[in-house]
């Protein structure tokens, strides 16, 4: 999780989805759309709400992830994940 930039990288992440899906939903909102009862015709509505979330998630996580993250280690943990443990690599990338 250090390798991410720790935990705000999630909370920076999940505060841009959010803030992103209520201001896509307030959009739709305008338009006659209610999330409730749900109906299969409103699916691409759901979807923006889906699709601005993630969106905007993977922005504010990569910019965290940027700013304070350790991309070598991060590297080293995602591509060795099955040998960190098995016990065969060390997880500290070794310099």
């Not at 999940?14 to 006659?32: C, F, I, K, P």
């Not at 709400?49 to 304070?68: E, P, S, T």
């Not at 995602?78 to 016990?87: H, R």
């Given at each position: 999780?250090?390798?991410q930039g720790g935990?705000?990288?999630?909370?920076?992440?999940?505060?841009?989805?959010?803030?992103?899906?209520?201001?896509?939903?307030?959009?739709?909102?305008?338009?006659?759309?209610?999330?409730?009862?749900?109906?299969?015709?409103?699916?691409?509505?759901?979807?923006?709400?889906?699709?601005?979330?993630?969106?905007?998630?993977?922005?504010?996580?990569?910019?965290?992830?940027?700013?304070?993250?350790?991309?070598?280690?991060?590297?080293?943990?995602?591509m060795n994940k099955s040998?960190?443990?098995?016990?065969?690599?060390?997880?500290?990338?070794?310099?």
């Amino acid at each position: 999780m250090e390798a991410q930039g720790g935990n705000a990288s999630v909370i920076v992440g999940t505060q841009w989805g959010l803030t992103a899906s209520v201001l896509t939903y307030s959009m739709l909102r305008g338009q006659d759309f209610k999330v409730l009862p749900f109906a299969a015709r409103k699916t691409q509505g759901y979807a923006k709400i889906g699709v601005a979330f993630l969106g905007f998630y993977m922005l504010g996580h990569g910019l965290v992830m940027g700013k304070f993250g350790d991309r070598r280690q991060f590297n080293h943990l995602y591509m060795n994940k099955s040998g960190c443990l098995n016990g065969t690599v060390a997880w500290d990338k070794e310099e």
